[in-house]
């Protein structure tokens, strides 16, 4: 009875109680000078132990794919893509999903990103023309003459070459390390989100190359520029 309580524990994703269970029989079986049962139950712990084990494996690979998207799209300039992600999975993950938090915080990359996008449209309407603009497909315009600008859909009309008839651009075609340019002020430090959304954006760094996440990572340079700004 005591084992099937074990393994219905496992099932239902308490394995280290289970564990436990298992640990406290196996002495008891051992005292009373039962082997047979001792053998069955630490049989049963070592299955746990690699169901567990495989378990949690699963649960990282997952994370880290989902990890692996949100900064792909973060790159991409696609928020809207990082959210739906984020619902996405956590709609289709069981409650007792280890990383619904971590998954939960990723929705940071596209509040940061947003910020920025936000300041870099002011900053580059308030300079009216800009130089040497880099775009995401490698091509670098020599300059944006701004014309006319429509914040709402993320665009400005702009010429590259004075009194020539403009065409409209939008600023997901730039490079995320000119928009962190377009928003630097006059004077002072940047505002600490701006300048994190865009350290984050312009990251080339791969999650399975490193023992911290992403999510760790962000939360690291948010506070490191914070302490800076202070």
Known sequence: ????????????????DAKELLRKLALAA??????SVRA???ALRSRIDREAELREQNATAGFQAVEDHALEMLRAGDPHAIRERVRRTLAEKEAAWPFRAQVQDLTKLA???ETLFSAA????????EVKEVRLRDGRVDPRWIVKDSDKASGTVLVSTI?????????????RPEMLLAWTKPESGPLPPLVRAAGLIAS???NPLDSVTTVTVQIVTLLIGVNDQYR
């Open 30 to 35: 051992g005292a009373a000078g039962r082997s």
């Open 203 to 205: 990251m080339n760094i």
């Open 121 to 128: 449209f002011d900053g580059l309407v308030r300079r009216l």
């Open 1 to 16: 009875a005591l084992m099937t309580e074990a393994g219905e524990l496992h099932e239902e994703g308490m394995s280290e």
């Open 111 to 113: 509040d940061a990103y």
């Open 40 to 42: 069955d139950v630490l």
């Open 162 to 174: 004075r009194g020539r008839t403009g065409r409209r651009r939008a600023l997901s075609e730039v």
